[in-house]
């Protein structure tokens, strides 16, 4: 299990987590263990990205949460000519 930090510095969650949502598959799962507060930004990031938030959990300042990616998909739009 790898921590997202860059050296001394915290990584960004969102290029990450973008990443992820483009890798992983539809009914894909992710499960991420960090403090409390990087659980509630990777929360509210996958919600955005219309992931299904399963499991939330917390105690002592670290947390833990469970997701899976859903079959949700942009809706198409014709093309302006």
Not at 49 to 67: M, N, P, R, T
């Amino acid at each position: 299990m790898t921590k997202l930090w860059c050296g001394f510095y915290r990584c960004q969650l969102a290029p990450v987590l973008a990443e992820v949502d483009r890798i992983a598959r539809p009914g894909g799962k992710l499960i991420v263990r960090d403090e409390s507060s990087a659980i509630e930004e990777v929360e509210n990031l996958l919600k955005s990205l219309h992931w299904e938030v399963h499991l939330i959990f917390s105690k002592d300042q670290e947390g833990l949460l469970s997701a899976q990616k859903g079959e949700w998909r942009p809706q198409t739009y014709a093309a302006f000519t």
